[in-house]
Every structure is written in structure tokens, then in C-alpha cells.
């Protein structure tokens, strides 16, 4: 790339754009990915090695001669940059075209076969996938509408919620889930418990067929009552509260998780059985030393999820995050919150 560059200022075209253009070019040359440079770099030595005759043609020539070499081998740079005869011009021309068309598409195979960070690893599915297309209009769009935050609420239980219920210092947080938020003129918020899992059970039972909103409500009514049991057996207890622990707290709220986990397993068995969909909802295995391998997602993926999910809030979503992104000094643009997108996030 020195070479050619260098071999521009000298050329006669770089007398007429000025030494300031050519510099220019070459810092901005240098920042481009390596594909592009790669394309671009044989635009230029082609346009070399074709150019006419003259200080532009013996300049392109030894362009062409060292970018060729530089990309395959130095075992095919054997002559010397004085030997331009006809002959040697047209066997410099021809193996730069070999040597260059190699060099192309060995990087663009290595380009294609490298791994994508956000490849989906699962089928995309839409409105016209399994049975979806025989459900009722208000089934499918409920169903396409909760279907990322169930299963999100499901890694929650499964990676979060699982350990809490086995420590006694996390029960005041466990409480929390049930807690209304925002009370106001004896109106309270929803519960994470409500907002994440009921509501979803119920709107989606409500629009539903008759075969399978009776399952989903048996469903959503087992994990109601598993949630009321979790409540009260981690009730009153809290990490910086010394009070006398019951022995089997633990144990309790460990069986009001179990469940709950099989209630909501229930319900997804009966939502992938209705749209066709197998195993589209993730269940939840039962505890032991495999469950990890045995439900298959991510907890690297959730954390961070998470993880920028909460700093995204604090810095008042979206909308304000876009505008301290811009306050921040960075080389390049990124996505104001970082935050993976739920549809890369379910297909994993």
C-alpha cells in the first residue's frame, strides 16, 4: 500500500490533485475493514497494471507486482523491478490477475464462514409458520405478541428466582415479586408476578379455542396458587431483619418453586401444542446436576441482557440514552442502549 501510494504522488495524475488528496486517501484507505480493502486495493492495481505506457504504466506495474506478491507469497515476487519488457509486462499482468483473484475470494470465503454474532441458531417463526394459520386472529397475534417475554420470564425463573427461594437473605427480594407497585388512592401497580406471568396466561387463555383455553387456565391458576405459597413461606423474612427463621422455610418456598415450574411448564406444553410450534417455548427441567444442559439457553446471554437492560433504565431508556451516547467520546456509532434484540435473544 506505501508503495503504491507513494508511486501515486509521483504520477501525473497526483500532480494535478495535489499531495494533500493522496494523503488523505491513504488515511482513509487504511481504516476501511479488510474486505473492502481488499477490493479496493485491486481496483487500483489493476488500474495500474493496465494503464497506459509511460511513468503511470512502469509505476503500475511495480504496484501491481508488489500487492500481488504481498497477498500470496514472496516466492512469487522473482523479478526484478527493472525487468519490464513486453513479455515480462504481460506474465506481470496475468499473474497479478491470478494472484489477486485468489487473494479475493479466499478472503471473502473466510468472511462468509465466519461466525456471526447474532446468528440465530433456531428456524424464525411468524404468522405462517406450524398451525398459526388455522388459529383464530386474536390467538396468533397474542401468542406473537408474549411469546418473547414468556420465555424471558421463564429464563428468570429458571436462572434467578431458583437460587433466590435457596437463600433466606434473598427472601425480602422474592417478596418483592408480589409486591403492587405505585399504589395510588388504594389503586396498586401490577406485580412482576402479574405483569410477566398471569397477564400473559390470561390474555392468551381468553383469546384462545375452547380445547386449549381450558388447559391454559388450569394452568395459570396452579401457578397462581404456587406463587401464593411461595408469599407466605418467605413472608416476614428479610436479610437485614434479625428475626427467628423457620427450618422449613426453605424447604417450603423450594416446593412452591417446583410448583410453579411445573404449572409453567404445563402452560407452554400446551401453547407449542396449539401452534404447531414444537418446543418453540423452552420448559423448564427439573432440578439436578444437567438442568443447565438439559434447558439449553444461555445464562451468559441472559446476564447481559439483563445487565444492559438496567443501565439502559437508568439512563431513562431509549430515547435519553441516544442523547448521553452522543456526550460520550467513542470512534464509531453503536445502538443507544447495547441491548440485544428479543428476537436474536428467543431463536438462540
Known amino acids: 500500500l506505501n508503495s503504491i501510494c507513494l508511486c501515486r504522488l509521483t504520477s501525473p495524475l497526483s500532480v494535478s490533485v495535489g499531495e494533500h488528496t493522496n494523503l488523505f486517501l491513504y488515511r482513509n484507505v487504511m481504516m476501511l475493514p479488510n474486505v473492502l480493502l481488499v477490493a479496493f486495493l485491486s481496483a487500483i492495481g489493476a488500474t495500474h497494471a493496465f494503464s497506459s505506457a509511460g511513468n ?21 515476487a522473482t523479478s526484478s523491478d527493472d525487468d519490464l519488457s513486453p513479455t515480462a509486462s504481460t506474465q506481470s499482468r496475468r499473474s497479478w490477475l491470478q494472484n489477486s483473484a485468489s487473494s479475493i475470494l479466499l478472503g471473502s470465503g473466510m468472511a462468509l464462514t465466519a461466525p456471526a454474532t447474532s446468528a440465530l441458531a433456531r428456524e424464525v417463526t411468524d404468522a405462517s409458520s406450524g398451525e398459526l394459520p388455522d388459529l383464530p386472529t386474536m390467538s396468533v397475534s397474542s401468542y406473537l405478541q408474549y411469546r418473547f417475554s414468556l420465555q424471558l420470564a ?3 425463573y429458571m436462572f434467578d428466582l431458583q437460587t433466590m427461594v435457596a437463600d433466606t437473605d434473598e427472601f425480602g427480594d422474592v417478596n418483592e415479586l408480589v409486591a403492587s407497585k405505585g399504589a395510588r388512592g388504594g389503586q396498586g ?10 397477564n400473559p396466561m390470561r390474555i392468551i387463555g381468553l383469546s384462545m379455542t375452547p380445547e386449549y383455553a381450558d388447559e391454559i387456565r388450569d394452568s395459570q391458576f396452579a401457578f397462581e396458587k404456587a ?33 410453579g415450574r411445573l404449572a409453567l411448564n404445563s402452560f407452554f406444553v400446551t401453547l407449542n401444542t396449539a401452534t404447531g410450534l414444537k418446543d418453540e417455548l ?3 427441567p427439573p432440578p439436578g446436576p444437567n438442568q443447565m444442559k438439559e434447558y439449553g439457553r444461555n445464562i451468559r446471554r441472559y446476564n447481559e ?27 464509531y456509532l453503536q445502538d443507544s442502549c447495547g441491548v440485544e434484540p428479543m428476537e436474536g435473544y428467543f431463536f438462540q
Not at 401497580?189 to 402479574?194: L, N, V, Y
Not at 405459597?229 to 418453586?257: C, F, H, M, N, Q
Not at 445487565?307 to 442523547?323: D, M
Not at 448521553?324 to 467520546?329: A, N, P, R, T, Y
Open 227 to 259: 406463587m401464593s405459597k411461595l408469599t407466605k413461606a418467605t413472608a416476614g423474612i428479610r436479610r437485614d431483619l434479625p428475626v427467628e427463621i423457620d427450618p422449613s422455610a426453605v424447604p417450603k418456598a423450594k416446593e412452591a418453586w417446583e410448583e
Open 56 to 76: 503511470g504504466d512502469r509505476c503500475g506495474q511495480k504496484s501491481a507486482k508488489i500487492f500481488s506478491s504481498s497477498l500470496v507469497s514472496p516466492l512469487h
Open 154 to 156: 421463564a429464563d428468570y
Open 189 to 198: 401497580g401490577a406485580s412482576r408476578i402479574e405483569r410477566d406471568y398471569v
Open 305 to 331: 441482557l439483563m445487565k444492559k437492560t438496567k443501565q439502559c433504565q437508568n439512563r431513562g431508556g431509549p430515547a435519553l440514552a441516544s442523547g448521553w451516547g452522543k456526550l460520550m467520546v467513542s470512534g
Open 282 to 284: 423452552t420448559v423448564i
